[in-house]
């Protein structure tokens, strides 16, 4: 009976030892898969030739540059992007705001820009203030901030509906429509989605509906300490000798 005791926990041990060698911690690829999705100007979108651009897509590459790494930006559904860490992706950045939901399940590096939720409507529209949208019909993109809001609003029971979308364009498309009273985004896309429409749109700033401003940050594996350490000392880096502030120039300022 040893023996065969003996035997089990030996084939159960060699098979754990087996797949830990099999897995590969990000810090130690020469390759980082990093996932976003291109569906949130100016920070990402799809480039002339499809493949993600913006500025979380320069500042990755940045990163990855002072990291040493090569980095593969796989374009993906916002609302996956989170659970796909440690799987199908290494990291993701996507003008990602740091929650205590998210920290759950990841890590997150240092804050790299804030934010703050901003509501989009017609230019007529009379929506000004948080109660103006507890019984209005309002356009999020799936799994953001935006969306926690919204189902907030909707949770105060005075009649107003929430529409989920993959893409925040697709909300804003909807609201041109007028099928849609207000989209709830972050500042910098509703100033472009608004900038392309602006006879017909206007942007609201969070502030008059006391939204909390937020913090955008690399989403990473939980607990693996040694690339978010040289994550955060490659941003660092870039913030020290000027690559940073010029990509916002490049990229949100111009």
Same mark, same amino acid.
């Given at each position: 009976?040893?023996?065969?005791?003996?035997?089990?926990?030996?084939?159960?041990?060699?098979?754990?030892?087996?797949?830990?060698?099999?897995?590969?911690?990000?810090?130690?690829?020469?390759?980082?898969?990093?996932?976003?999705?291109?569906?949130?100007?100016?920070?990402?979108?799809?480039?002339?030739?499809?493949?993600?651009?913006?500025?979380?897509?320069?500042?990755?590459?940045?990163?990855?540059?002072?990291?040493?790494?090569?980095?593969?930006?796989?374009?993906?559904?916002?609302?996956?992007?989170?659970?796909?860490?440690?799987?199908?992706?290494?990291? @993701? /950045? $996507?003008?990602?705001?740091?929650?205590? &939901?998210?920290?759950?399940? !990841?890590?997150?590096?240092?804050?790299?820009?804030? #934010?703050?939720?901003?509501?989009?409507?017609?230019?007529?529209?009379?929506?000004?203030?948080?109660?103006?949208?507890?019984?209005?019909?309002?356009?999020?993109?799936?799994?953001?901030?935006?969306?926690?809001?919204?189902?907030?609003?909707?949770?105060?029971?005075?009649?107003?509906?929430?529409?989920?979308?993959?893409?925040?364009?697709?909300?804003?498309?909807?609201?041109?429509?007028?099928?849609?009273?207000?989209?709830?985004?972050?500042?910098?896309?509703?100033?472009?989605?608004?900038?392309?429409?602006?006879?017909?749109?206007?942007?609201?700033?969070?502030?008059?509906?006391?939204?909390?401003?937020?913090?955008? @940050? /690399? $989403?990473?594996?939980?607990?693996?300490? &040694?690339?978010?350490?040289? !994550?955060?000392?490659?941003?660092?880096?870039?913030? #020290?000798?000027?690559?940073?502030?010029?990509?916002?120039?490049?990229?949100?300022?111009?």
């Amino acid at each position: 009976m040893k023996k065969i005791i003996v035997t089990v926990l030996t084939v159960i041990m060699t098979t754990a030892i087996l797949a830990g060698c099999g897995s590969k911690s990000a810090s130690a690829k020469d390759t980082l898969i990093v996932g976003t999705n291109a569906a949130f100007p100016p920070f990402e979108y799809a480039g002339a030739d499809g493949s993600p651009e913006g500025f979380d897509i320069a500042l990755i590459n940045a990163v990855g540059e002072k990291m040493g790494k090569k980095i593969e930006v796989k374009d993906m559904e916002f609302d996956s992007l989170v659970a796909s860490i440690g799987n199908k992706i290494d990291m @993701a /950045i $996507a003008g990602m705001t740091v929650t205590e &939901e998210r920290q759950k399940t !990841v890590d997150f590096s240092q804050s790299y820009y804030n #934010a703050v939720q901003t509501v989009i409507v017609p230019v007529d529209s009379a929506i000004a203030s948080y109660d103006d949208l507890l019984d209005k019909k309002i356009g999020v993109q799936l799994g953001t901030t935006g969306d926690f809001t919204a189902e907030d609003i909707v949770g105060e029971g005075k009649g107003a509906e929430e529409s989920q979308y993959n893409k925040a364009v697709d909300a804003v498309n909807d609201l041109l429509n007028g099928r849609l009273d207000c989209v709830i985004v972050d500042t910098n896309p509703a100033e472009v989605f608004v900038g392309q429409y602006s006879d017909q749109l206007k942007a609201i700033d969070g502030s008059e509906f006391g939204f909390e401003p937020e913090e955008y @940050a /690399i $989403a990473l594996p939980k607990g693996d300490k &040694e690339l978010l350490e040289a !994550v955060n000392k490659a941003i660092d880096e870039l913030k #020290a000798d000027g690559t940073y502030d010029a990509l916002v120039k490049e990229y949100i300022e111009k």
